[in-house]
């Protein structure tokens, strides 16, 4: 049964980091982009960061730029989101996802299976 797991989320002051891994099972993740998106209370579903299959490719929304770093390794079938410089506005639940696309896209609908989500919370 494939699925992805999100864990790392946690509450976190602002200017702090952390790390979330989103870890696959069922499917190798190597064969596909992998995306992160997030979604705050009364707030649409919006794509985060994204990494190509091999790694070579990486795309992040304008808010994240200089924050936030993806990353994979696809030996542990687990790809990561380092974040950096948290502010309040980035509280939200992330989730990880899995494209059926090859163009690592920011868009929900290029997406074909999620993770639960992990909550982030930056507040003092």
């Known amino acids: 049964q494939l699925q992805l797991v999100e864990s790392g989320g946690g509450l976190v002051q602002p200017g702090g980091s952390l790390r979330l891994s989103c870890a696959a099972s069922?499917?190798?993740?190597?064969?596909?982009?992998i995306g992160w998106f997030r979604q705050a209370p009364g707030k649409e579903r919006e794509g985060v960061s994204c990494i190509s299959s091999s790694g070579g490719r990486t795309n992040y929304a304008d808010s994240v730029k200089g924050r936030f770093t993806i990353s994979r390794d696809n030996a542990k079938n687990t790809v990561y989101l380092q974040m950096n410089s948290l502010k309040p506005e980035d509280t939200a639940v992330y989730f990880c996802?899995?494209?059926?696309?090859?163009?690592?896209?920011?868009?929900?609908?290029?997406?074909?299976?999620w993770g639960q989500g992990t909550q982030v919370t930056v507040s003092s």
């Open positions: 996802a899995k494209s059926w696309w090859a163009d690592c896209p920011l868009r929900p609908d290029t997406y074909n299976y």
């Open positions: 069922g499917f190798t993740l190597d064969y596909y982009d």
